[in-house]
């Protein structure tokens, strides 16, 4: 009985070893042989076991110790990764200048913008002023106009009345200073 037990207990060990959390990874071991990945074949890139190593596909391939591997890996990545890094800084660097220029750009753009404002107000007052005393010359001369044209209506007026008035000597007489006025 002790010995059948005993079997049946080495089985049970078995299996609970080759199931348990504490065995390595399922994607760690070898399809074929159920073995631990411990080697890497150079000529085939793939990991394999030692029984793949052996007697397997790969017998007479140049192997190497699968953690060896790993390690020249995880310093490989850790490069690229640290350059990266690099990289990541440098670009978040650029990213704040281009925001400080652009702060700038709108700053300028700001003041600028001001300038112009004043600039068209102050040119809007002085278009205003000029037209004022443009217009205001425009309406002395309409006025001097408007009294001239006053005047030659008056004479007019006289002329046409002496005119009709048919006196010949009284026209005669007049139409030197009529000429004169005119």
């Known amino acids: 009985v002790f010995l059948r037990w005993g079997g049946e207990l080495s089985t049970l060990i078995s299996t609970v070893i080759s199931s348990s959390s504490l065995?390595?990874?399922?994607?760690?071991?070898?399809?074929?042989?159920?073995?631990?990945?411990?080697?890497?074949?150079?000529?085939?890139?793939?990991?394999?076991?030692?029984?793949?190593a052996l007697f397997g596909a790969h017998q007479?391939?140049?192997?190497?110790d699968l953690?060896?591997?790993?390690?020249?890996?995880?310093?490989a990545i850790s490069g690229h990764v640290a350059s990266l890094r690099g990289a990541?800084?440098?670009?978040?660097e650029q990213m704040q200048e281009v925001e400080k220029n652009v702060t700038m750009i709108l700053r300028c753009h700001t003041t600028v913008k001001t300038d112009i404002d004043r600039y068209c107000a102050a040119l809007n007052t002085r278009m205003e002023e000029e037209l004022k005393k443009k217009l205001a010359i425009l309406l002395q001369r309409k006025d001097r106009l408007y009294q001239y044209t006053q005047e030659v209506s008056n004479e007019l007026a006289k002329v046409d009345s002496k005119l009709r008035a048919n006196e010949k000597v009284g026209l005669i007489l007049c139409s030197t200073h009529l000429a004169q006025n005119f």
């Open 67 to 75: 953690d060896e591997v790993y390690r020249e890996h995880v310093n």
């Open 60 to 64: 007479g391939h140049v192997m190497k």
């Open 88 to 92: 990541q800084v440098r670009l978040l």
């Open 23 to 52: 065995h390595e990874d399922q994607s760690d071991m070898c399809a074929q042989h159920s073995k631990i990945l411990s080697t890497f074949c150079q000529q085939c890139s793939v990991c394999i076991c030692v029984n793949c």
